[in-house]
């Protein structure tokens, strides 16, 4: 874990709610897709956790959803303004058990994590597929970056104003064999039980800390409790005991 300033380079909406910033900085303690930052607004007690969704060469790339204050005064800031960041936290994805065709399925704002990863799925020519998913046509984005680096790309909207309707489930056909995923729990429960294949799981809990003092995230699993904001946010299909 790093605290480190970083510069905005450009802050720009995706879609009505949904934002992509850049900001140039220190990245060397990111070293795995699906890790995350903590950043300080000002004004305001508790940092707010934000996946990475790409790394490269000082330049790290965030999205996010204006879900509360923090985001929505991070929504207004503009290039020149500096964040203070903590980086290098969570676990992050292991790309070793993916085989050969990784599927990747991302539901909202959860499809951020999966962009980096894709990325180094395709740099070491792996064939990649990815689904986003969406409530609506007007929510999706990051289409056409993931086809962009190769990727074949399905998006599912649940009113089929888009792409295949119905849930990211609709598109999991067979012929994967790993797949990595990330979004709302009702999804990630439906991924499980739809999945036929191991795979991890990112989860997106409400944060104290982010780096493991408070405890506050904890949840049980099948070696015991775990910090999703250290141990996490991945877990592996085998060890998670979804809440009833």
Known sequence: MKQTIF??????ALTDCVYEMKLVGDTSEITAAGQFVNIAIDGLFLRRPISVCDVEDGLLTIVYKVVGKGTEQMSA????QTLDIL???????????SGDCPLLIGGGVGVPPLYNLAKRFIAQGKRVRVILGFNTADEVFYEDEFKALGCDVAVTTVDGTRGIKGFVTAAMHEGYSYFYTCGPEPMLK??????????QFSFEERMGCGFGACMGC??????????????????CKEEILWQK
Do not use: F
């Open 190 to 199: 439906a991924v499980y039980t739809e999945s036929v294949t191991d795979g």
């Open 7 to 12: 510069t905005i380079e450009n802050n720009t």
């Open 77 to 80: 800031m503009h290039a020149g």
């Open 87 to 97: 980086t290098g936290l969570g676990n992050g994805y292991d790309i070793t058990l």
């Open 218 to 235: 904890s949840c049980k699993t099948v070696t015991g409790y775990k910090r999703i904001c250290k141990d996490g946010p991945v877990l």
